[in-house]
């Protein structure tokens, strides 16, 4: 029961985080937001066609730039924090307790492509064809209903209490290795490390293991005065850390070849906001004789996807996987992961064979008449973009949902707001290697024929969709490694 409001605030404004504070951000910006459309005096007059259009005041300009600012502080917080937040509520200590993490992170993300899809298609309908500040307000007051479902919970949930700063104990742990650099390795770590009594009631105890050595020098104790009397403390933990503080550092070190698998998958998933788009414009979008799809709602189908599987995967595979497996969760968290990456790079060759197609049809039979910006639309239906789009949504249903939990899991408890924030790095980075690029293939191909030409009928888009297959590839032998590498969080090591 104390779910249902964690649950309810995730698919209507994932507006969670263990303190609630981001709350006073997210709710003014969409609010703001609101306004710059609704109050005559905060957006420029309307102009008809062929007018000549005001522009914005600088006071205009400030409230809009003022609303982003509210959004983007309180989506960094409440993104990190709300998955972990909400995994926090179940006991790891208990059969139940861990089936039912494993199945939150599941739910979480069904309620966010839900949302998601209902943005995607109810709210930007009523924007475009209704009224942008009825289509602006349906969120806003989604969010307020989202804060007080939120705020009805507070005393049903599990809050762990914080133990410090866990950044601070990182880099305690590299200026003591650094100090101690020109000692020798130890000859017994059981021995010869500092590893006093642990006392902790949230963090896990780990054990020693052997990889990245050079940190255990951080854990030698070099002399008597390193240690307080009763040898519980160091003197100064700037000279001296614990084998626990080293290994959580390990932890970190080991996720981060992992964790570099998904830039590169992520270049795959951003094209179906991007290139897909384009596409879509150049081919045929009828849907019977009168309605037309919009190309920007393409992305829907991936969602569809996503939406449609989890339950799906959850409910019937999951419970048949364990007894194949004898895994909680039917399958390893790198195992998902894997097929996430494998499905991303079908998806890009069903891309580029779908576009090689798209565009000989554009340039060898009768086209339907030409886009905005004067590019011919081809006579192959859109709707043979949808396989592939649906492909990658459940690539994504593999590989972003097992990535949170595998950060959740693998990283210190105490770090798990970063474990949060580690998936949606992933995601920025991958957009910044995307536009990384498309800007060598413009530098590149631009003084012959332009793969990536604004007129996609001049261009050779089905070669790049090759080139992201190509690394794909790349990616799939390099998560291998990784994943064959990875030490899992508690692993013994000698």
């Known amino acids: 029961m104390m779910l249902a409001p964690l649950v309810l605030v995730g698919a209507v404004g994932q507006l969670l985080d263990s303190e609630g504070h981001f709350y006073w951000n997210v709710f003014p910006g969409m609010f703001l937001l609101t306004m ?52 926090d509520q179940f006991d790891p200590h208990t059969e139940s307790g861990k089936r039912g993490i494993n199945s939150f992170f599941n739910w979480y993300y069904f309620t966010f492509t839900s949302a998601m899809l209902v943005s995607a298609t109810v709210i930007i309908y009523v924007q475009s064809n209704v009224s ?17 479902l939120f705020f009805m919970g507070t005393r049903l949930y599990v809050r762990v209490t914080p133990e410090g700063s866990p950044f601070t104990s990182i880099v305690q742990v590299f200026a003591a290795a650094a100090r101690k650099r020109s000692l020798k390795q130890p000859k017994d770590p059981k021995q010869d490390l500092f590893d006093p009594p642990h006392t902790s009631a949230i963090v896990t105890k780990l054990a020693h293991t052997d990889q990245f050595r050079c940190l255990d020098k951080a854990a030698i104790v070099s002399g008597p005065d390193d240690v307080r009397a009763g040898g519980a403390a160091p003197s100064n933990p700037w000279r001296l850390c614990s084998v626990q503080q080293v290994e959580e550092v390990k932890c970190l070190i080991r996720i981060v070849p992992v964790w570099s698998t998904g830039i590169i998958y992520y270049v795959a998933v951003v094209q179906q906001s991007t290139y897909v788009v384009l596409s879509a414009l150049q081919s045929d979008r009828h849907l019977g004789r009168s309605f037309q799809i919009p190309a920007a709602s393409f992305t829907v189908f991936a969602m569809l996807a996503q939406t449609l599987w989890i339950p799906i995967y959850d409910r019937l595979l999951v419970p048949r996987l364990r007894r194949v497996t004898g895994k909680d969760e039917g399958l390893t968290l790198l195992q998902r992961q894997g097929i996430g990456i494998a499905l991303s790079t079908v998806a890009m060759v069903m891309s580029a064979v779908v576009e090689d197609r798209r565009r000989h049809i554009a340039l060898t039979q009768p086209t339907l008449g030409t886009t905005i910006t004067g590019g011919a639309i081809s006579a192959m239906s859109s709707l043979w973009m949808v396989p592939q789009l649906m492909v990658l949504g459940l690539s994504e249903a593999f590989n972003l949902i097992s990535q949170i939990e595998f950060y959740y899991k693998e990283i210190p408890e105490h770090m798990r707001s970063v474990a949060g924030a580690l998936a949606f790095c992933n995601l920025a980075l991958g957009n910044y290697l995307s536009g990384f690029l498309v800007t060598i293939v413009h530098r590149t191909t631009g003084a012959g024929s332009n793969w990536l030409a604004q007129d996609l009928n001049k261009g050779r888009l089905d070669l790049f969709y090759w080139m992201i297959a190509g690394i794909g590839i790349f990616n799939i032998i390099y998560f291998m490694i990784c994943a064959k590498w990875y030490r899992f969080k508690g692993a013994a090591a000698n």
């Open 36 to 87: 710059t459309a609704a109050a005559d005096g905060l957006h420029p007059a309307e102009c008809g066609v062929g007018e000549t259009c005001s522009k914005a005041t600088s006071g205009q300009f400030a409230v809009l730039f003022m609303s982003f600012a509210f959004l983007v502080l309180g989506s960094a917080g409440i993104r990190p924090c709300s998955m972990p937040f909400g995994a």
């Open 132 to 148: 942008w500040p009825i289509g602006l307000g349906i969120p806003t007051a989604l969010m307020l209903l989202a804060c007080v």
